[in-house]
């Protein structure tokens, strides 16, 4: 199973841009790369996800890199309501595969 | 209007006892999962059922068993409950679309928190 490495904390001040990297060195081609987060006492909640090509929506932006072994969660403008953690996964074409990592926890200042 | 649902929110039961919590979505999705969150807060996935047919059933007890009755309903029943099953456990849906090959979103429900004593 293809695993990710985020770290486990990170902090930003209020309506700062926040980078949240992760690390998927054994991803292979068919792989997607999924972002969750999970605000405190509820369950998780879909953030974006790509597979070769930067996406933006409404809540952020993924930046990944050229060969795929790395992603990054971009908040443009980080909240007190963007404190949470989040969930970097891979999902294959097995597409019962889906594993959350230990995440990184984001704190933000006001 | 709530996507996905679990009942109860709160489970506080003994030793040895057999539970059952409820997990019903109105998403129209025809994929269903269930996840356990421990003390740690690692997120594990237990099982999965496609159109009410089991897909995934990781390490998890026999004691656990989860029950499918139509596609919106995905319920898990625990028997001879143990002090180690304690934790906060999650009910998710998606729709799987083949083609889609791993783009799918799960939606999550709020959770269940189960203690066990």
């Known amino acids: 199973d293809a695993k990710t490495t985020q770290p486990n904390s990170m902090e930003s001040n209020e309506e700062e841009p926040v980078h949240l990297p992760c690390n998927h060195s054994t991803i292979s081609g068919t792989d997607y790369i999924h972002w969750y987060r999970q605000l405190p006492s509820q369950g998780p909640e879909y953030v974006i996800h790509g597979l070769t090509s930067n996406v933006n929506n409404r809540m952020a932006s993924l930046a990944i890199a050229e060969d795929r072994k790395s992603s990054t969660l971009i908040l443009h403008r980080a909240t007190l309501r963007d404190a949470a953690v989040y969930y970097c996964?891979?999902?294959?074409?097995?597409?019962?595969?889906?594993?959350f990592g230990s995440g990184t926890k984001l704190n933000v200042k006001p | 209007d709530t996507a996905v649902s679990q009942t109860p929110k709160y489970l506080v039961t003994q030793m040895g006892n057999d539970k059952s919590i409820k997990c019903e979505q109105n998403?129209?999705?025809?994929?269903m999962y269930w996840y356990k969150q421990d003390s740690k807060k690692f997120l594990k996935i237990m099982f999965s059922?496609?159109?009410?047919?089991?897909?995934i059933n990781e390490t998890v007890p026999n004691r656990f068993s989860p029950k499918s009755p139509d596609k919106a309903h995905l319920n898990l029943h625990i028997n001879s409950l143990e002090l180690g099953d304690s934790a906060v456990y999650f009910c998710a849906s998606s729709q799987e679309i083949e083609a889609s090959g791993g783009a799918d979103e799960q939606f999550f429900g709020p959770g269940t928190r189960l203690t066990v004593l």
């Open positions: 998403l129209g999705h025809d994929t």
């Open positions: 996964i891979l999902r294959g074409y097995n597409f019962n595969k889906f594993y």
């Open positions: 059922y496609n159109n009410k047919e089991l897909i």
